[in-house]
């Protein structure tokens, strides 16, 4: 469902583009950015720091026939990575993945040469790493072949051709599921045992934006 629905949001990008590109509306670009990642864990068992990324790519914006309205779309080579430790031993999880963010634009223009917007939309994103990474003591970390996210943002345009924006990413269910042994006995008074646990890996990025004129 989500390859359909993507594949239907790129078949009316290039429908509007026809029309756009006369109208020079239809602007490309190259995407850059930092990641700092929010790694959510419901477990207390493992703790994490040093959370870092970036992510690259190429990027188009469409503006719509209605004042201050558009639409951009990116296809982004996206790096996250976080350190984990279980109480005995460490982890770095790196996470690699194809982002595919589509947002609508509201822009507020500043005068002729500058604007500021706000923007907010779905985002797909399909792993291209590792998948597992395992401790020696059995613990391990299954990250999703896939996710989907939401981001919401804001960020200004200057000279018609240079856009700074940040933006909080929002990720929609897991990204990851933790298996870890417990040694603690819980509340219904169970053994020592596998505990399974879902972790959510939201991130504030910061982007600067360079399009054609």
């Not at 507020?108 to 597992?132: E, H, M, R, T």
């Not at 018609?160 to 040694?183: D, M, P, R, W």
Request: aromatic share 10%; glycine share 8%.
């Amino acid at each position: 469902m989500k390859k359909l629905f993507t594949l239907a949001l790129l078949a009316l990008g290039l429908t509007f583009s026809t029309n756009a590109s006369a109208q020079n509306n239809l602007h490309f670009g190259l995407k850059a950015g930092l990641n700092v990642t929010d790694m959510h864990l419901d477990s207390k068992v493992f703790d994490k720091s040093n959370q870092t990324g970036w992510f690259a790519g190429p990027t188009v914006k469409l503006t719509l026939p209605i004042v201050g309205l558009g639409v951009d779309a990116a296809a982004l080579y996206d790096y996250r990575s976080a350190k984990l430790n279980d109480g005995v031993e460490e982890l770095t999880v790196k996470q690699q993945q194809v982002a595919i963010p589509v947002n609508l634009r509201y822009s507020i223009g500043l005068g002729s040469s500058a604007s500021v917007f706000l923007f907010a939309g779905p985002q797909w994103a399909f792993n291209v790493g590792d998948k597992d990474f395992k401790w020696a003591k059995g613990s391990s970390y299954a990250l999703n072949k896939s996710n989907f996210s939401v981001n919401l943002g804001f960020g200004i345009t200057a000279m018609k051709h240079l856009q700074v924006s940040a933006n909080y990413n929002i990720a929609c269910g897991k990204t990851a599921e933790l298996n870890a042994f417990s040694s603690t006995l819980d509340a219904a008074g169970q053994l020592t045992g596998l505990k399974k646990s879902k972790a959510r890996n939201n991130s504030w990025q910061i982007a600067l934006l360079i399009t054609s004129k």
